[in-house]
């Protein structure tokens, strides 16, 4: 190993497999020696980059970034059947959102269409492929098995009569599946990727780009290596189902008339359970209306987890902590979580809100006195400084922290009983006032003036605290908690559809928050006290509505599993 890749090791981080290949490709004598590190990321403009898609943009700019090199991104719109820019602009905004840049690299597959045509005639003249005019059923019917090969009836057609019908396919004349260009490879191989692989079809389609020029789109096998050599592309990372593709990526590569040799490496997908990640079943849930968006906080999707409250750098380090691997596996979603309350826990605001609202009266507090009291912003980061909070006799409290006969180890209130309001007072409570049904909507306590900031100058233990909101600046604000929106672990194991969580989202309103909550700026964080991280809804939340999101609960169930 090299003094510089030594260096970039011990400064930069672990290694995986995947560096361990470039290592030996930018060696002297390596394939790629004297020349720069080159990625891309790939993504199909139909549908909404998710979680599984941060891992690959993780990898592809990542691994560019500690080769100090460079990651084109590129939209592979081979297919308009599902293509717009409406998923080409949401894309670009996640990648930025995660913050890697591609800087002027940006390209699209159409960009090559003419050299891909150009090529693929190419391929034609050196007897390589052949129109065939097989179905698409008669095709599937004539594929072989792993004793029989494949059968094709078209396979010996003239190359000038291929080249004549390859030109009047590209004109229209034909129909969608009448005909397609095939490469002629191995019709015997065992990898049925080899068994002549169609390279083009016909599709009288709209385009999102190149509108009506084409009616033949070359398939991802043929343009994806043609794309990456004509961008100079060094390693082209991919997921793992491509790596029997790859005999016909580095066929595609030795017999097109391009200069550069690309390597291809694949590595696993991400897994996680409690969620789906396939396009097709996401676009189901939206266009369902199961969920409401893309964008849903329910949702896998990247703009779906920025909306609920994950952060860029949560994400970027639970892909990095998960590690690359050849081998298939599924995270626990909890781990994902960890790693969003690791970075909020260092970062997010602490601040106060009762979610199920009481009122809390200090009967023996003036009627006509309200105090000031200093809260730190962040405790851990004295730094981000403090926030007055407003004290007087009428508060708002969590319904949950009083109980009239406590049960064993409730150490918040109940009559008799004593607890620190949160860096104010300790109270004791008197009692309360139910309504006909039976249900409490005031509490009563007495507070105790020498115990100004919580403190206890006779030494007497208090066991509760509890948090709370001052009632005459309180201010009404709407509480998203979301939870999984399956109720199974592997919702592909079936129906997906069959086992949506009825849970997975309770809406509460009049929930009661500081007021300067309500200027909230969009995808703001707060560690809400006991509760947990919420941030502002980035769509619905205003000054006169405030709406907040939960990200994630205070308890990590994955922290405690793994210490087990």
């Known amino acids: 190993m090299s003094d510089e890749i030594k260096n970039r090791e011990e400064t930069e981080g672990w290694s995986n497999f995947i560096h361990d290949f470039i290592d030996e490709d930018i060696q002297p004598g390596g394939r790629f020696a004297g020349k720069t590190v080159h990625t891309r990321f790939p993504p199909e403009p139909n549908g909404y980059l998710h979680i599984g898609h941060a891992k690959a943009i993780c990898i592809d700019f990542g691994t560019a970034e500690k080769y100090r090199g460079v990651c084109n991104l590129r939209m592979d719109d081979t297919n308009p059947t599902k293509e717009d820019t409406e998923y080409v602009d949401a894309i670009k905004e996640d990648i930025q959102w995660l913050g890697f840049s591609w800087d002027d690299r940006f390209y699209f597959a159409s960009d090559y269409f003419p050299k891909m045509y150009e090529l693929a005639v190419g391929l034609i003249k050196k007897g390589l492929a052949y129109v065939c005019e097989l179905t698409p059923e008669q095709m599937r019917e004539n594929r072989g098995d792993l004793t029989q090969p494949a059968v094709?009836?078209?396979?010996?057609?003239?190359?000038?009569?291929?080249?004549d019908l390859f030109a009047r396919m590209k004109a229209g004349e034909f129909a969608d599946g009448k005909m397609t260009l095939r490469a002629k490879i191995d019709l015997a191989s065992g990898n049925f990727n080899m068994r002549d692989p169609v390279i083009y079809r016909i599709n009288h389609m709209h385009h999102h780009r190149t509108g009506d020029t084409w009616c033949i789109y070359p398939m991802y096998d043929y343009a994806h290596p043609i794309?990456?050599?004509?961008?100079?592309?060094?390693?082209?990372?991919?997921?793992?189902?491509?790596?029997?593709?790859?005999?016909?990526?580095?066929?595609?590569?030795?017999?097109?008339?391009?200069p550069d040799k690309p390597r291809q490496i694949e590595f696993a997908r991400l897994g996680i359970n409690n969620t789906v990640m396939s396009k097709r079943k996401l676009r189901q849930l939206v266009e369902g209306n199961y969920v409401s968006g893309w964008d849903d906080p329910r949702m896998p999707t990247l703009c779906g987890l920025r909306r609920r409250g994950y952060t860029p750098a949560s994400i970027r380090n639970f892909c990095e902590r998960i590690g690359v691997s050849k081998v298939n596996s599924t995270v626990e979603y909890g781990f994902l979580e960890h790693c969003l309350r690791e970075d909020l826990n260092e970062n997010a605001q602490r601040v106060m809100a009762v979610l199920d609202p009481v009122k809390l009266i200090i009967t023996n507090y003036p009627e006509d006195l309200t105090e000031e009291f200093e809260v730190e912003n962040n405790p851990g980061k004295p730094e981000e400084g403090t926030r007055t909070v407003l004290f007087s006799r009428e508060l708002w409290i969590e319904r949950e922290d009083f109980l009239e006969e406590p049960f064993k180890g409730y150490f918040r209130l109940f009559p008799g009983n004593e607890?620190?309001?949160?860096?104010?007072?300790?109270?004791?409570?008197?009692?309360?006032?139910?309504?006909?049904?039976?249900?409490?909507?005031?509490?009563?306590?007495?507070?105790?003036?020498?115990?100004?900031?919580?403190?206890?100058?006779?030494?007497?233990?208090?066991?509760?605290?509890?948090?709370?909101?001052?009632?005459?600046?309180?201010?009404?604000?709407?509480?998203r908690l979301y939870d999984s929106l399956f109720t199974v672990p592997d919702p592909d194991a079936g129906d997906f559809l069959e086992v949506l969580n009825p849970d997975s989202l309770k809406v509460l309103t009049g929930c009661k928050v500081e007021p300067a909550l309500a200027e909230a700026k969009p995808g703001q964080s707060f560690q809400f006290m006991r509760q947990g991280y919420f941030c502002a809804d980035s769509v619905d939340s205003t000054p006169e509505h405030p709406v907040f999101n939960r990200s994630v609960s205070l308890k990590d169930g994955f922290k405690k599993k793994a210490g087990k």
């Open 152 to 163: 094709s009836p078209y396979r010996d057609r003239p190359v000038e009569e291929s080249l």
């Open 227 to 258: 794309e990456d050599a004509l961008e100079g592309i060094t390693h082209s990372l991919c997921s793992l189902e491509f790596e029997d593709h790859r005999p016909l990526y580095d066929w595609v590569i030795a017999n097109v008339d391009l």
């Open 419 to 479: 607890v620190r309001l949160k860096t104010t007072y300790i109270v004791r409570c008197t009692g309360c006032k139910k309504d006909e049904d039976g249900n409490v909507i005031e509490v009563y306590a007495e507070y105790d003036p020498a115990t100004r900031g919580g403190n206890t100058p006779d030494g007497r233990k208090i066991k509760g605290t509890i948090h709370w909101v001052d009632a005459k600046t309180a201010v009404d604000a709407e509480v």
